[in-house]
């Protein structure tokens, strides 16, 4: 018979890394540096590739070393996997730490309050930067959203609903065919535009063809992300609204479209992140305007990628610097769309 | 009255099912009827974007005839009496297309399959959360980004990398170079667009992989194989259909990136094996640098090549499509 | 508990909604211990459990086990749901670590020297400490004769010796060479439940585990499999040691000698009594023990 006292014994976990094992790992990390450092310092080898790819042959070697000792090759293979793996993360890191301080180093020189306030109508592109300003392309690039938005919101919300509230014959097909157009290419949207309408119509660039491109883009990830959501909302709470009665249409419009109100805001979000910063399409619709334009059905209007893409073609450092603090500015707004999607994700998910 | 209930009788067969209908109200009649004409609407865009491309692109179609996708040359002059005389050839930019989308994949899938199983199964776990959204940050970032990033901060790095290979490599036929000149080449825009795909393949790899069953996991375990065997035994083989199918996306947007290729890639019309080499191009990014001056004929053309661009990334994102449900349909 | 048979008479109406033979369990105890007892020295090596706590988190999800498995035998740990012997098997081959917030105390001795010290090699332990799941999960992308040598191939261990021979000999030891030996190369999804358990259990054995631990091995399975694969441990404890936990009470005394009744009585999960299979069914030392065999509660 086992004994029932309440134990004073504590918990511990004789799997993990010790103490004494952590030293022996910053050791090897400190020790293999010093090694990188004379071996580059000593020899032809130069660069950060050296650096990096003669660090993590030495710390292997090392490793291993220590390793093989109680493991075996099987212990020494598992490491070197662990490493490889490592390593491809920290490449992937270090591409995206030296994208974000690139736009981060070189955007925030151009940063000037007038930059928000005035746009390129007496500046050109080749003028000192500290001239004129975007303002004219973040309306432009407002107007393109709020189009796009009014269009393949409802659109993508539509078809979520068919998806997940009528569940018709055609389902597997219409899921399918959005897949599909997720797929097509930014620049394939733009020219569609203006093959359609450009070329049959009386309508020229305009942000309104700008959103129409947009849209086309936009509609695939709401339409998913929606379905996503719908698909979230418990059964039970359709069962009610049906048994009581009630048509289906007024049981989506009351009981379910408002249960997964926050979802389809994530998925609008979503959706806004993923086009405002697209360039190609617009060069086709909506073409480079240098002052604000109110009438988005009518005449060119600046956005900021194009004026983003202005920049950077007129290749001047002024040209470039403004295409550098523009994208900084562009990379702010799509970080925030992001975390207000997530947070709302994730509130979504707690509340439930 | 006694109620008799004589016990069911066994029938020689079970009756047919019976077939439930209603007969939906006005309202719902049209509510169905709206959103189900909503949802075509997917079908009828692309059905428009193959119909208007062909149509506004079949004089150039008819004009070049097959020269279209065997020619290399592409160029608007006129001859001695001012008679528009044009070639569209449009090989060299598919050769292109499928040279800088091969460099990409070559780089991009290791990468992603070995920084999805480092986030699923080695990352201490409170820096998993932060990766993962830095990941599909990555995801956002826009491409005109990637172009800028690509020719100021990359390019000079990829060229000095360029210079290393073709020093040491150079005696493979592709990796060498007619003269010394290593910027804005396709090896160079296969790594932006390497980059720009990793979060594509890492983030459906990751899905994958963390779906793995766990009874699988630990009878691997059980057996006493390390992480990596088990990695082996199990994960690998158990989402690799789940990897292709991420290639394969990654490769459908691949093939139609625009501003990041143009940005870092020297366009010439001539085919070009070189990867190392500064001369290249691809379908998209040809379509916009030519856009700008381009006349009636050449933007038929132009819109031509649009088409034909559509179509590809269609098939490959058929595909993927394909390869994937095929591993959600056999279980594994 | 004067008169024994009475007292087994008593057992035996108790469960006679359950089992339909009129043996009682202590009967069928009784009986296996005296096959035991005619057998041959056993063969095999001891573990010990000393003092082992298991915890989830916060939560203490095992309290103080203390058993000794002697080389050779079978024990089965019996319980209601929820009290802890999945847990404790678990702890027994270092598998319960792989929860992320688990934490343990106590030792687990292999013959004598504690699996859980620092600095030791997990995956060789747990080549000499063997295990077959509730649901049989060979591996799909395998055929039936990779699945068996799988083992050997994941602690890369050099076989010497023909490697068809280990394959012949390990799949007649799980009793599954005649049904299979014409399809090797087939792949193991094409097998019943049945067949899938036998196959692995040739898995484990492949690696000729000195202990094999066996977790609800039959309770996904039909009867015939069940009775095939309960001769097949039989056969088994005569060259290993073997734990096994199971829901099934005709099975823990169709199949072991010794027995562990688990409870947990809204707090952690302890071992109760433990002892001689047939003295447990038959003659319980616990109240609680014998509300548990003779079906009054689980």
Redesign the interface.
């Known amino acids: 018979?086992?004994?029932?006292?309440s134990?004073q014994?504590?918990?511990?976990?004789?799997?993990a890394a010790?103490t004494s094992d952590r030293a022996i790992t910053g050791a090897s990390v400190l020790v293999s540096a010093l090694l990188t450092y004379i071996l580059v310092a000593t020899t032809p080898l130069k660069?950060?590739?050296a650096y990096f790819f003669v660090f993590f042959l030495i710390w292997f070697i090392i490793d291993s070393i220590l390793i093989s000792r109680?493991?075996?090759?099987?212990?020494v293979?598992?490491a070197?996997?662990?490493k490889?793996?490592?390593?491809?993360?920290v490449?992937?890191?270090l591409?995206?730490a030296?994208?974000l301080w690139?736009?981060i180093s070189?955007g925030v020189k151009g940063l000037h309050l007038s930059l928000f306030t005035q746009t390129m109508r007496t500046t050109s592109f080749t003028d000192p930067f500290s001239n004129g300003g975007m303002l004219h392309s973040i309306i432009g690039t407002l107007y393109l959203i709020l189009i796009a938005v009014l269009i393949s919101v409802?659109?993508g919300i539509?078809?979520a609903?068919?998806?997940t509230?009528?569940k018709?014959r055609?389902a597997g097909?219409?899921r399918?065919?959005?897949?599909?157009?997720?797929?097509?290419?930014?620049?394939?949207?733009g020219?569609?535009i203006?093959?359609?309408i450009i070329?049959n119509t009386p309508l020229r660039n305009s942000a309104f063809l700008g959103g129409l491109a947009l849209t086309?883009l936009m509609?695939?990830t709401v339409?998913r992300t929606a379905e996503e959501v719908l698909n979230l909302v418990p059964r039970d709470l359709r069962e009610a609204g049906l048994a009581m009665g009630a048509?289906?249409?007024?049981t989506?419009a009351l009981v379910v479209l408002p249960a997964a109100r926050s979802g389809l805001i994530t998925a609008t979000v979503l959706g806004v992140?993923?086009v405002?910063?697209?360039?190609?399409p617009l060069?086709?619709t909506v073409g480079v305007f240098d002052a604000i334009n109110p009438n988005p059905f009518k005449g060119g209007s600046g956005t900021i990628?194009t004026y983003?893409?202005a920049g950077?073609t007129a290749g001047t450092s002024d040209s470039?610097q403004r295409?550098?603090t523009a994208?900084l500015v562009?990379?702010m707004v799509?970080?925030i769309l992001?975390t207000l999607a997530?947070t709302l994700g994730n509130k979504r998910m707690k509340a439930k | 009255m006694s109620s008799t209930f004589a016990p069911s009788a066994p029938t020689a067969s079970a009756p047919d099912p019976r077939k439930l209908t209603t007969k939906?109200?006005v309202?719902?009649r049209?509510?169905?009827a709206?959103?189900?004409a909503?949802?075509?609407?997917?079908?009828i865009?692309?059905a428009?974007?193959g119909i208007?491309?062909l149509?506004?692109?079949l004089s150039a179609f008819k004009e070049q005839g097959l020269h279209f996708f065997t020619s290399s040359t592409w160029s608007v002059t006129q001859d001695a009496n001012g008679k528009d005389v044009n070639h569209f050839g449009l090989a060299a930019m598919l050769l292109g297309t499928v040279l800088i989308a091969a460099v990409a994949l070559f780089i991009a899938v290791?990468?992603?399959?070995?920084?999805a199983?480092?986030?699923t199964?080695?990352?201490p776990e409170r820096i998993r959360t932060l990766?993962v959204?830095?990941?599909?940050?990555?995801a956002?970032?826009?491409?005109?980004?990637?172009?800028?990033?690509g020719?100021?901060?990359?390019g000079p790095?990829a060229e000095?990398?360029a210079k290393?290979i073709n020093k040491y490599l150079g005696w493979i036929p592709f990796l060498s170079v007619p003269q010394p000149s290593f910027t804005r080449s396709p090896f160079i825009a296969g790594i932006v667009l390497a980059?720009m795909i990793?979060p594509i393949i890492?983030s459906v790899s990751r899905e994958v992989f963390s779906q793995t069953p766990l009874d699988r996991v630990q009878a691997a375990y059980a057996l006493g194989a390390?992480?990596?065997?088990m990695?082996k035994a199990v994960v690998l083989p158990f989402g690799s259909s789940g990897i292709v199918g991420g290639a394969m996306?990654g490769l459908?947007?691949a093939?139609?990136?625009?501003?990041a290729v143009y940005?870092v890639l020297n366009i010439v019309f001539r085919p070009n094996w070189h990867i190392l080499f500064t001369q290249g191009g691809n379908v998209?990014s040809m379509?916009?640098g030519q856009?700008g001056e381009a006349g009636k004929a050449e933007i038929s053309a132009?819109?031509a090549a649009?088409l034909v661009?559509?179509v590809l990334?269609?098939l490959?994102?058929?595909a993927a499509?394909f390869v994937v449900n095929r591993a959600v349909k056999s279980g594994r | 508990m004067d008169n024994v048979n009475n007292e087994d008479k008593k057992v035996g109406e108790d469960m006679s909604t359950q089992s339909p033979s009129t043996k009682s369990l202590g009967d069928v105890a009784e009986k296996r211990a005296q096959a035991r007892t005619s057998g041959s020295a056993p063969l095999g090596v001891g573990l010990e459990a000393r003092?082992v706590?298991a915890?989830f988190g916060k939560h203490h999800a095992l309290?103080?086990?203390?058993l000794d498995f002697s080389a050779g035998t079978v024990t089965a740990l019996i319980g209601p749901s929820g009290c802890g012997k999945s847990t404790f098997i678990r702890t027994l081959n270092?598998m319960h670590?792989f929860i992320p917030s688990?934490?343990?105390?106590?030792e687990v001795l292999l013959d004598g020297k504690d699996i859980?010290?620092?600095?030791i090699?997990?995956?060789k332990i747990r080549l000499q400490i063997g295990m077959v799941f509730q649901k049989p999960n060979p591996f799909p992308s395998m055929t039936i004769g990779e699945n068996v040598l799988a083992g050997l191939k994941l602690?890369?261990i050099k076989h010497e010796g023909n490697k068809d021979d280990l394959l012949e000999e390990c799949l007649t030891r799980a009793g599954l060479w005649t049904e299979v030996k014409d399809r090797l190369g087939a792949h193991a999804g094409g097998l019943s439940g049945g067949q899938q358990q036998r196959l692995c259990i040739a898995r484990s054995l492949a690696l000729k585990p000195k202990v094999l631990l066996m977790d609800e091995p039959c309770s996904a399975l039909d009867p015939g499999s069940t009775l095939r694969i309960e001769d097949t441990i039989s056969e088994l404890s005569k060259s290993m040691t073997i734990v096994i936990v199971t829901h099934n009470m005709q099975q823990a005394a169709r199949v072991s000698d010794y027995t562990a009744f688990f409870l947990a009585e809204g707090g952690p999960g302890?071992?109760?009594?433990v002892g001689p299979t047939n003295e447990i069914f038959s003659r319980p030392?616990?109240q609680r023990t014998e509300n548990y065999v003779s079906g009054r509660f689980g």
Not at chain 1, 70 to 75: F, H, L, P, T, V
Not at chain 1, 84 to 89: M, Y
Not at chain 2, 140 to 149: C, E, K, N, T, V
Request: charged share 10%; net charge positive; aromatic share 14%.
């Open positions: 018979m086992s004994n029932s006292q134990t014994v504590q918990p511990i976990r004789p799997w010790s660069g950060k590739l109680r493991y075996g090759s099987k212990g293979r598992d070197l996997a662990a490889v793996t490592l390593f491809g993360g490449i992937v890191m591409a995206v030296s994208i690139a736009t070189k409802p659109m539509l078809t609903i068919y998806l509230e009528i018709g055609a097909l219409i399918f065919l959005v897949q599909a157009m997720s797929g097509v290419p930014s620049v394939v949207a020219l569609f203006y093959a359609a070329l086309i509609v695939p339409t048509t289906q249409w007024k989506v992140a993923r405002a910063g697209e360039t190609a060069l086709f990628p983003i893409w950077l470039v295409a550098w994208i562009l990379l799509v970080l992001f997530r | 939906h109200r309202s719902d049209i509510f169905r709206v959103v189900t909503f949802s075509f609407s997917a079908l865009i692309l428009l974007i208007f491309l149509t506004k692109g290791p990468l992603s399959v070995l920084t199983l480092f986030l199964f080695y990352a990766l959204s830095v990941v599909d940050l990555m956002a970032f826009p491409s005109i980004l990637y172009g800028l990033w020719f100021f901060i990359l790095m000095y990398w290393l980059v990793v890492t390390s992480k990596w065997g990695i996306l459908g947007r093939f139609g990136e625009t501003v940005s998209a379509i916009i856009w132009l819109l649009g661009l559509f990334t269609l490959v994102n058929f499509d | 003092g706590h915890w309290e103080n086990v203390s270092r670590e688990a934490a343990m105390a106590g859980y010290e620092p600095g090699d997990v995956t602690a890369q302890q071992m109760v009594e030392k616990d």
